[in-house]
């Protein structure tokens, strides 16, 4: 091999100009890297050579001759100090953190763990480097065809979160050997179900290549989320069908260019918040043989453990500048080489925490702001992590969206169980503004969403009392045993058809409450026709039937009630992207007003009956409509009469039937809201009166004189 010259100490990783490679690795505590150079395969080690330069924490060198395809592999040399953090093992081939390419299918074997199994304490001396994975020095063009991200305005953004095997997998308009691929996700089926529905962003679950838990390899189960990252620049291969001798990487890139051809925008699911090599009693894979102490959270009193914020073994210490700058190094990679649109950050508050626990103004929240390319992206929080003071729900700063559990519980509650007061219920549906308004953020910053991948489906929260993770190999001990769910009458499926009517009549309750609330909506993949995992709440290890989506057996009739809801709410947007105040105009309407039963306007005692389930709600200026709109909203188990303001009424979406059910209707009367279902209408602007009801101006979901929910 030709002698390795000192090359740059930037950019990090391997990257080919044209003459040769630049290798570039950071360690801020080894006493030396060397690169090992393997046959294409990876299994034969052909050349192994100390990095000549050192500068900057960062080991470096150019390899003059080479070109894209070679195979490598890092050694670090350093002391193997576990109680002062330090575990280095030249005997561990290491992955280089900048990989674009990984070789080899990674296998639990005992040479992958730096320790020695039987004492800990001593440095395991069995070389890995057969059996361990390898970068592949890749070439980065791509013909992008002239592609353009769709830029939409979060106003306008409906979110919908899937997983790309899982969606596609048996699709039946998908090709057989493109199914559960990223090539299967832009075929022209998959594209036109998300356009009939109106999705605008599709939120896919991790893509970064991820192993599978060892526990999980023994039972003969995979990690099927892939929450358990080891490539942070490497699309997942496992995702890729390599038709024609495409890389993972340039199918990836295809899909994303198909997808904005369509007027969808890609946002993913990201985890910067651990790696895969676990705890100390995990494998030594990439950061921890190359600079343990740097990479990870140690507890300063017992360094030979790890800070475990994560829930996953270890936790990624972003305080240090290096390892902050991988992980923005990775987002701008997906951002400007893969054109991704966003990300949704898994346990996001990780990344904001200093020495002493969250910080929204932590380094992370700065270095995206002022960023040129990543302040643009959709930026979306999952806002708890595991550690003390992990909930952190409305204090990420402003332009992040964050997942908004407190709707999700709330509108289980209303719907299924039938609690929660209308005080609760008014605060979820104007964008939970106790939570955003006081904090000086916008409504859209609330992600407000029923379902998501962790926990029941749609059609599970109804049709089961009690969660069946069986097959998850954890005695059903596993998934949220909390769940505001309910089987009314039957565990599981029934012919019985009153009890198939009640369920679905819920299911459209909850879509249309989500897909019109003020916020930004998400629905989660196959909720819209009916996916069931057979009441598993945690599938996150069955890549099978369980999570695959069942075409063959969707409900047509509630995809066209959904794509029915998201487009009156395209078309009207009856709630604006700001916060609404109760005031009225020099007309005398208000921009919103809440009315009790009797169609009067809601006074402060009337908040808190939480015997009473039927509320109206007048949106004097919606966003899009050109006229008043009206939602009332019948959370009990009877129907119930509703009297209407004066003028004439269009009945726009009525969720107690599947069908359209559009209808003219004169005020004044007496309006029939039948039992768990919620009603739109809109007034004809020529004759729309206010006259028939009280309004007060201080009624507002803004301004209700009621103490903060916690």
Known sequence: MTALEAGRHWPLGAHWDG???????????????????????????????????????????????????????????????????????????????????????????????????LHPGHMDMADSGMHALKARVVDDRFDWQGDRKPHRTVVDTVLYEMHVKGFTKQHPGVPDALRGTYAGLACDAPIAHLRRLGVTAVCLLPVQQHIDEQRLAMMGLRNYWG???????????????????????????????????????????????????????????????????????????ARAHYENISGCGNTLDLRHPRVLQMVLDSLRFWA???????????????????DHGFDRRATFFTALAQDPVLSTLKLIAEPWDVGDGGYQLGNFPPGWMEWNDRFRDTMRSFWIEGRNTRAELALRLCASSDVFQARGRAPSDSVNY???????????????????????????????????????????????????????????????????????????????????????NNPYCQDNETTWLDWSSADDDLIAFTARVLALRRGALQFADHWYDGLPDRLGLP?????????????????????????????????????????????????????????????????????????????????????????????????????????KADCSVTNLGIPPLV
């Open 227 to 301: 929450y358990n990252t080891i490539g942070f620049f490497c699309p997942d291969p496992t995702l890729a069908s390599g038709a024609d001798g495409v890389s993972a990487r340039d199918e990836f890139r295809a899909m994303v260019r198909r997808l904005h051809e369509a007027g969808i925008e890609v946002i993913l699911d990201v985890v910067y918040n651990h790696t895969a090599e676990g705890d100390e009693r995990g494998p030594t894979l990439s950061m921890r043989g190359l600079d343990n102490a740097s990479y990870y959270r140690l507890p300063p009193h």
């Open 591 to 695: 921009d919103l007003t809440w009315l009790r039963a009797d169609g009067q306007a809601m006074q402060q005692d009337d908040w808190w009956q939480s015997d009473r389930h039927l509320l109206g709600c007048l949106i004097g200026k919606p966003a899009r409509s050109t006229a008043p709109m009206l939602l009332l909203i019948n959370g009990a188990a009877a129907d119930a009469k509703f009297p209407l303001p004066g003028g004439t009424w269009q009945v726009v979406l009525q969720s107690a039937t599947a069908g359209d059910d559009s209808r003219w209707i004169e005020g004044g009367t007496a309006f029939l809201v039948p039992a768990r279902s919620l009603v739109v209408l809109a007034a004809a602007a020529a004759v729309f009166l206010m006259s028939g009801i009280r309004i």
């Open 450 to 536: 029923v379902v998501s991948h962790d926990g029941f489906t749609l059609h599970d929260l109804v049709s089961y009392a009690h969660k069946h993770n069986e097959a998850n190999g954890e005695n059903n001990s596993d998934g949220h045993g909390h769940n505001h769910n309910a089987n009314f009458g039957v565990e599981g499926p029934t012919d019985d058809a009153q009890v198939n009517a009640l369920r679905d009549r819920i299911k459209r309750a909850l879509l249309a409450t989500t897909l019109l609330a003020q916020g930004t909506p998400m629905l989660a993949a196959g909720d819209e026709f009916g996916h069931s995992q057979h009441g598993n």
């Open 19 to 117: 003459e040769g490679v630049n290798f570039a690795v950071f360690s801020a505590n080894a006493h030396g890297i060397d690169l090992c150079v393997f046959d294409d395969d990876g299994k034969r080690e052909i050349s192994r050579t100390p990095l000549p330069s050192h500068g900057h924490d960062v080991w470096h060198g150019y390899l003059r001759g080479a070109s894209p395809g070679l195979v490598y592999g890092l050694r670090a040399h350093g002391p193997w100090r576990p109680e002062r953090g330090q575990r280095f093992n030249p005997y561990k081939l290491l992955l280089d953190p900048y990989a674009r390419e990984i070789v080899g299918r990674f296998e639990w074997r005992d040479e992958h763990f730096g320790a020695d199994l």
């Open 336 to 354: 400007v080489d893969m054109h991704v649109d966003g990300f949704r950050f898994d346990l996001a508050p990780v990344l904001g925490r200093g």
